[in-house]
């Protein structure tokens, strides 16, 4: 049996206070294990953003707890909070939030630097994330030369770079069209999944249900399903 | 160069629009700053250029001297006590007077005269042309060649022209150490020839000047001339007292602190405001970065190092601009009064890390509150 990557428990989380609060997360626990790809999935303010964040170290729930391979990450302090960030997750944003002004490999060596990293060994490196993702030759391009889909590439590169155990995905096909999402997801699938490696991707594209493992449903700051690949 | 300020440093140089708003914003106000500073240190240093060209350790003159050119006559019987207080090598009198000089071509125009002691030459002008001995030849006097020589129709050697009814007779070339503050060209000649030729009051000498025997003496000497009711001033002291006049009772020193306030303003809204801008234009960027990882004090790391490469960047290019600008204008007007000092350079350089220091910190304080949170919510 797979080794457990995540396990959150009663995770709770409101905005606001009085009159105006608001349950964003309503006593939500899961399980993700290494080498699945979990979906959440729900409507829009079904919450599974707000959960997204407080799993990756990003938001800090009002209760419950978040166990990443064994430790308790909001019980660290900001900087090993940082750190674990760093060292542990990687981000694909929904608007993918590479930097204009830097070149696609510079973009991708971003965590590496972050790291410590010598800039012309991160650069090295990150010219191997992006062979990987089918880009090398557009490596000194700015991402605003790029297409949706290699920007979407280009993003992943930078999640895969520093090598991270968990990998978030935010809306990864709401810019896409759906062949582009699709081969993403493939490519997903095949290249950076691997058994050491946990993948929770956000969304509510029914179009790429088929590349899950695990899909859980949320509505309403709840769970309210569970289904597992056929 | 750390890998988290190069990320910074290509953030801001590849944003050319911003960054060089920025760098306009700084260097202009950099420029006004020193220009400003630098002409009213250039005014400061002519005004006191008598005091500086002269060369005399220590001045007695009257306390109600605020200037050297408003100099009030000093009685006889001071410059004979001055003499005989202990530590004072030798003491001589000095005029330092204005009249009018008719020309050659019938022009009349105005001049300081300075007399020198007759037997000492005491504070006698390095001679360009001519030799010293000749200042007490029939009608001697020595012209200074300043910026202001044109105005006497640049004379040689020979040159007759008239001074109040008097004939005189240029027998000397003087080089100029420091021009004076208000265009006038400036005449050497003994102190009796200067008494004799000029109308003045009952009392001659317009100041005494003093060599004493060792600066040890210095304060005795000042005390025993505060005894006979008057002042002996070292010669920065002078010049401290002629530049606190203008500074403080002339009302130029208020325009000038005024003007280098205002360039500060314009400096810091121009650069504070286009900082903001491109923080907040980052802010994502930020965002993101912390969602990465990267630490708070790394990403404050980041706004110090591109508020403080722009400043410097615009600090050098406004030093270098009023530079340029000062030294063009001395070489097509050589009236023309300013100068860069240390002082000026330290002044510019404080604002401009307080420039700094303000647009970093209106940025810090909104990439600190920065949720990584909101990258997500888009």
Redesign the interface.
């Given at each position: 049996m797979a080794s457990l990557a995540i396990k959150a428990t009663n995770l709770a989380k409101w905005f606001g206070e009085g009159d105006a609060r608001t349950m964003a997360v309503k006593s939500v626990s899961f399980e993700a294990s290494f080498g699945e790809i979990l979906y959440i999935v729900g409507p829009s303010g079904s919450g599974k953003t707000t959960l997204l964040s407080m799993i990756s170290g990003i938001l800090k729930p009002n209760s419950g707890t978040v166990l990443v391979e064994d430790r308790d990450i909001w019980k660290m302090e900001s900087d090993e909070l940082a750190d674990f960030r760093l060292n542990k997750i990687g981000f694909v944003f929904q608007d993918y939030h590479l930097f204009s002004n830097l070149t696609t490999v510079e973009n991708v060596a971003i965590p590496l630097i972050l790291k410590k990293n010598d800039w012309n060994q991160s650069l090295k490196v990150a010219s191997e994330y992006l062979k990987i993702v089918g880009l090398e030759k557009r490596a000194e391009l700015p991402p605003v030369k790029l297409s949706g889909g290699e920007q979407q590439r280009v993003a992943i590169a930078r999640a895969i770079a520093s090598r991270p155990d968990i990998l978030i995905f935010d809306e990864p096909t709401a810019s896409l069209d759906g062949d582009t999402g699709r081969k993403i997801l493939e490519f997903v699938r095949e290249h950076i999944l691997n058994e050491t490696r946990c993948i929770i991707i956000v969304t509510h594209d029914s179009r790429i249900f088929e590349y899950a493992h695990r899909i859980i449903h949320m509505e309403d700051g709840r769970i309210i399903g569970e289904e597992h690949e056929k | 160069?750390n890998?988290?300020l190069?990320?910074a440093f290509?953030?801001l140089v590849?944003?050319r629009g911003k960054f060089t708003a920025l760098l306009v914003g700084i260097t202009f106000a950099v420029f006004l700053m020193v220009m400003m500073t630098s002409m009213f240190a250039g005014i400061l240093s002519r005004s006191s250029s008598t005091v500086t060209n002269i060369g005399a350790k220590m001045w007695v003159l009257d306390p109600a001297v605020n200037n050297v050119s408003s100099s009030i006559p000093v009685p006889d019987y001071v410059k004979d006590a001055v003499r005989s207080i202990d530590g004072v090598r030798y003491a001589v009198p000095l005029y330092s007077g204005g009249a009018q000089v008719k020309l050659a071509n019938g022009i009349y125009q105005a001049v300081t005269v300075i007399g020198l002691d007759d037997a000492s030459l005491f504070g006698r002008p390095e001679l360009i042309e001519g030799e010293i001995e000749d200042i007490y030849a029939e009608n001697g006097f020595v012209v200074v060649q300043d910026a202001e020589i044109s105005k006497l129709g640049n004379p040689r050697i020979g040159t007759k022209f008239e001074i109040n009814d008097h004939r005189g007779v240029v027998v000397g070339i003087a080089k100029a150490n420091i021009s004076g503050l208000f265009g006038i060209p400036t005449l050497y000649t003994t102190f009796n020839r200067a008494i004799s030729y000029l109308p003045s009051t009952r009392f001659t000498a317009s100041y005494i000047l003093v060599e004493p025997k060792s600066t040890s003496d210095i304060p005795h000497i000042k005390q025993a001339v505060s005894k006979l009711g008057y002042q002996a001033l070292t010669d920065d002291e002078f010049v401290q007292k002629i530049s606190n006049f203008y500074k403080y009772q002339t009302g130029l020193g208020i325009n000038v602190m005024l003007m280098t306030a205002i360039s500060f303003i314009v400096g810091l809204s121009i650069s504070g405001q286009t900082f903001y801008t491109f923080i907040l234009e980052n802010l994502?960027?930020f965002?993101?970065?912390?969602?990465?990882?990267?630490?708070?004090h790394?990403l404050v790391s980041m706004i110090l190092f591109q508020a403080g490469f722009t400043a410097f960047l615009g600090y050098g290019l406004g030093v270098g601009l009023a530079s340029l600008i000062i030294m063009s204008a001395k070489l097509r007007m050589p009236d023309y009064a300013a100068q860069i000092t240390n002082l000026n350079l330290g002044i510019a350089f404080v604002m401009v890390l307080i420039i700094a220091g303000i647009s970093s910190y209106i940025g810090i304080r909104r990439v600190i509150r920065i949720?990584?949170?909101d990258?997500?919510?888009?």
């Open positions: - | 160069m890998g988290i190069r990320i290509k953030l590849n944003d994502e960027k965002g993101a970065l912390k969602a990465i990882g990267a630490k708070g790394e949720e990584p949170f990258i997500f919510r888009g």
